[in-house]
């Protein structure tokens, strides 16, 4: 069964101070790990998607990194305006597009 | 461009009423998904659709039904409403399939149902 484990499960940081993000995963054959961001009463905003183990992609302030177990989203030098809850998903090789979920990681930050 | 867009926002039943919740995407993706949100848990898919006229159960499909008579549309059903399906209800799209593997899912902004 497919699985997807998000740590920590909540993150305080001060403006500017950088910290990472963790998504332990098991699937039979990935196709793709997706970053989602999803701030209050709203869906989840896609960010990144990493294919394959070694493959980095960046937007603003945020790297996302991937290996064959983990991916990482790292936050530099973090504004309250990141403050959101992030969303780590995969999607197996031959699933039929469906995604697995992890339970997101809520993040904090304090001007 | 509206993305995908989810009506009503919010909504309440009674025990054992039905409602529809309507999605409909504007991007002409063939894919198209419900999930359940609640408090503590991650997304669990209910069903989903690869086209007009096709749909498959995800996770927890009980106790819902769908319907995919067009590729902008995916209505979902509750029938004879219970207190567990109170939950936050979002709507997905992507374009999907072997020519296109691996396409990120866009998402609507949500439907937030109680039932009491």
């Known amino acids: 069964e497919d699985q997807v484990t998000q740590s920590p499960e909540a993150l305080r940081l001060q403006e500017g101070e950088s910290s990472s993000l963790n998504c332990s995963y098991t699937v039979s054959g990935l196709r793709g790990l997706f970053w989602y961001r999803q701030d209050p009463g709203k869906g989840p905003e896609f960010l990144f998607t990493?294919?394959?183990a070694g493959e980095e992609k960046e937007k603003e302030r945020l790297k996302a990194t991937l290996t064959k177990k983990e991916s990482f989203l790292h936050i530099t030098a973090p504004k309250p305006e990141d403050s959101a809850t992030y969303l780590c998903a995969v999607q197996r090789r031959g699933g039929s597009e469906k995604l697995v979920f992890g339970k997101g990681m809520k993040l904090t930050v304090n001007p | 461009n509206a993305g995908v867009t989810q009506t009503p926002k919010f909504r309440i039943l009674k025990i054992g009423q039905s409602m529809t919740l309507q999605c409909t995407q504007d991007m002409n993706h063939n894919y198209m998904y419900w999930y359940r949100q609640d408090p503590g848990m991650g997304l669990k898919l209910i069903y989903y659709?690869?086209?007009?006229?096709?749909?498959d159960k995800g996770e927890v499909p009980n106790g819902y039904n769908v319907s995919r008579s067009t590729t902008e549309d995916f209505p979902l059903r509750l029938e004879l409403a219970a207190p567990s399906q109170t939950s936050v209800y979002f709507c997905?799209?992507?374009?999907?399939?072997?020519?296109?593997?691996?396409?990120?899912?866009?998402f609507g902004d949500g439907t937030r149902l109680s039932i009491l």
């Open positions: 659709s690869v086209g007009a006229g096709i749909t």
């Open positions: 990493l294919y394959s």
């Open positions: 997905a799209s992507s374009h999907g399939g072997r020519a296109q593997p691996g396409k990120p899912q866009h």
